[in-house]
């Protein structure tokens, strides 16, 4: 059974803006999946049509097997989600918010009481359920939107860029929850700019860009791919010129700091041994960039070409695409052979 | 491949006339719960203007108008401020609550939610029907302070009153659902609504008037919802009671349907 099943799938807005040209994607049901994109990929605009915020122009999209055409109650019912922007009313409480919330997937409110409790304590918001929703800090309103959209406990919960903003402290415990909720069987979409993020919690992933779905694979298999790597080398002493390591390029960054660059064949522990032989020690070693960024960019420069048509293919109106790596991924990983 | 496009549809998941039932109820009970929250924005307002129209023009002014179809005046203006607390009141609970869950976004946890479009547009009108029977009754008890009211007709009394706050629920929702801002809000109820409301038979009778305001003011619909209203209390009309419900029957399903072709045409919420 597909949690998500998408065929032909097309978004044209009323300024002509172009936001998905054709999607084909099928997400697996109990799947923790990645679905990530420059802004403007069409990312939030296939969201928005599975939950029907966003009317399609074309094609078909099916949730468990509910079609948004013909059963779109049904569809909905399934679906949980967790948007980009804050989207609950600031003036009621969190306890309210949510207990409203299940009322309009149907669940009495004596259940959705009892419900109430169970995810704000597990969210860390119970003893804020009587505040007004406006007094919580960032990370409690993403928590509580991640409470709310668990309250008619849904087979398919979509994560919509839900650590935005939020601190690492934060954003850790948030995924252990996730973990937690997609271990007991709900299906999880992820779409996120932390790379970090997607490449800890998901198995599978598509890359969507420029209306396009530009990559669908696993995770590790996409991982694989990844040729190259460059590690950061921290060097106990200071050297005036990059030393030579033959088939492995060097950069000096500054006098403690090399950038070497190895690909999938060779091995870490032959640098190590020239290195030493040269006496060069090193203190510590880390990626310069995660290798799941290296890979996003690669794909999304691959496919640059068809998106230098103009402004109007960059989806939806006022988005653009990141100016820089980092904005695509602010924060930079630690993972890989580090 | 989808699912269920090859064969017949599945069937649903949760039974949905129990999910639109609660999902009414939620909606009701939020708006009821936004009314006695701002209840001084809400509640006590009417109480004050009515008790202000009732010292002005119903003591001061009024004592030298003399006797208006029957009654004293004070009596004769008394249904006309119920209603019109009625009508201003049903008309900004939905407009203001609409608009500011359009605004705020959170209109998005109902349009992501199971429910129809037609059951959100009855929620808010629903709503509004709340907010414009509790200020009836708020000012209804202002005004025994002032007239003395006899009930002729408790049946159309409830009849109209129910289907005028209907109508102007349903009209504040279609405006808060074409507004693109706040001054799209205030613009109806400030150049439409209020000089209709005023020239709705509120503070005089039709007859007085003179041939060509008569016929003018006979195509202002407030005046057949303020008549009937009245006809209730004292028997008497300046219209006939019977069309002027069937009137106001009329306008809720208009504007109700209006209200759903806008919602599932998604104008100014869905993209």
Redesign the interface.
């Known amino acids: ?2 949690a998500l ?1 998408v ?1 032909g799938l097309t978004k044209t ?2 300024n002509g803006v172009q936001a998905l040209k054709g999607v084909d994607l099928d997400v697996e049901e109990g799947d923790f999946f990645a679905l990530l994109g420059p802004n403007g990929a069409g990312k939030t605009t296939l969201i ?1 049509i599975a ?5 399609k122009t074309s094609g ?1 999209l ?1 949730v ?4 948004i055409d ?5 569809a ?4 949980g ?1 967790v ?1 980009q ?6 003036f009621e409480s969190p306890e ?1 918010i949510v207990v ?2 299940a ?7 004596r259940i959705a009481r009892v419900r109430a409790q169970k995810y704000l304590k597990q969210l860390q918001l119970w003893d804020k359920r009587d505040k007004m929703a406006r007094a919580l800090s960032g990370g409690m309103k993403r928590r509580l939107m991640i409470a ?1 959209a668990l309250m008619h406990e849904p ?1 398919l919960l979509i994560l919509d860029e839900p650590t935005a903003g939020v601190d690492i402290e934060v954003r850790r415990s948030m995924w252990e929850f996730v973990r937690e909720i997609n271990s007991q069987g709900t299906t999880i979409i992820l779409t996120t700019h932390y790379l970090e993020e997607a490449e800890s919690l998901c198995r599978n992933i598509a890359i969507i860009d420029g209306g396009h779905i530009v990559e669908r694979d696993q995770m590790s298999s996409l991982l694989r791919r990844l040729h190259t790597e460059v590690f950061v080398l921290n060097l106990r002493d200071s050297l005036a010129a990059a030393p030579q390591l033959a088939g492995y390029p060097t950069t000096l960054v500054d006098g403690r700091t090399l950038e070497v660059e190895v690909t999938k064949e060779q091995s870490l522990n032959d640098i190590f041994m020239r290195l030493s032989a040269l006496g060069i020690e090193v203190l510590s070693m880390r990626n310069k960039v995660n290798r799941l960024e290296e890979i996003f960019m690669r794909l999304v420069e691959k496919h640059g070409t068809a998106l230098e048509e103009g402004p109007g293919e960059r989806g939806r109106a006022g988005e653009s695409r990141p100016a820089s790596r980092s904005e695509a991924a602010p924060l930079r990983g630690h993972g890989g052979r580090s | ?5 090859a064969g017949a ?2 069937p ?5 006339g ?6 009414f ?2 909606i009701v ?2 708006e009821y ?1 936004r009314i006695i929250r701002i209840w001084g924005q809400t509640l006590v307002p009417s109480a004050v203007n009515a008790t202000l129209y009732f010292v002005i023009f119903g003591s001061l002014i009024g004592r030298r108008v003399g006797q208006m179809g029957g009654h004293s005046y004070m009596q004769f203006i008394a249904p006309g401020l119920i209603m019109m607390a009625v009508i201003s009141n049903s008309y900004a609970n939905v407009v203001s609550s609409f608009f ?2 359009k605004f ?3 209109v ?9 479009d037609w059951l959100i547009v009855a929620g808010y009108a629903a709503g509004g029907l709340v907010r414009g029977l509790l200020v009836g009754v708020v000012v209804t008890a202002v005004t025994l302070l002032f007239a003395h009211l006899r009930v002729e007709h408790a049946a159309i009394i409830a009849a109209a009153v129910i289907l005028t706050s209907a109508v102007f629920s349903l009209g504040g929702f279609i405006n808060a659902l074409v507004a693109k801002n706040f001054d799209q809000i205030s613009w109806f109820p400030t150049f439409v609504l209020q000089p209709l409301t005023y020239f709705g038979g509120v503070f005089y009778s039709v007859q007085i008037l003179p041939g060509w305001a008569q016929a003018v003011s006979y195509a202002n619909p407030i005046l057949y919802m303020v008549n009937a209203f009245r006809y209730g209390f004292f028997g008497v009309s300046d219209v006939d009671v019977a069309g002027a419900l069937l009137i106001m029957a009329a306008a809720v399903a208009g504007l109700f349907t209006i209200a759903v072709v806008l919602m599932h045409r ?1 104008s100014g919420i ?2």
């Not at chain 1, 939950?51 to 009317?55: F, Q």
């Not at chain 1, 468990?64 to 079609?67: I, L, S, V």
């Not at chain 2, 491949?1 to 496009?5: F, I, R, V």
């Open positions: 059974m597909h099943s065929r807005y009323s928005g939950t029907s915020l966003v009317n078909s099916s468990f097997g509910y079609d013909r059963q779109i109650e049904a909905k019912s399934c679906i989600v948007p922007e804050l989207n609950f009313n600031q309210t409203n919330q009322g309009f997937y149907g669940i009495p409110r709310r087979r | 491949m989808n699912d269920s496009a549809p599945l649903p998941p949760v039974g949905l129990l999910v639109h039932w609660i999902g109820q939620t009970i939020r719960g500011g869950a705020g976004k959170h998005e946890e109902m349009l992501v939610s199971p429910l129809p998604a869905r993209e």
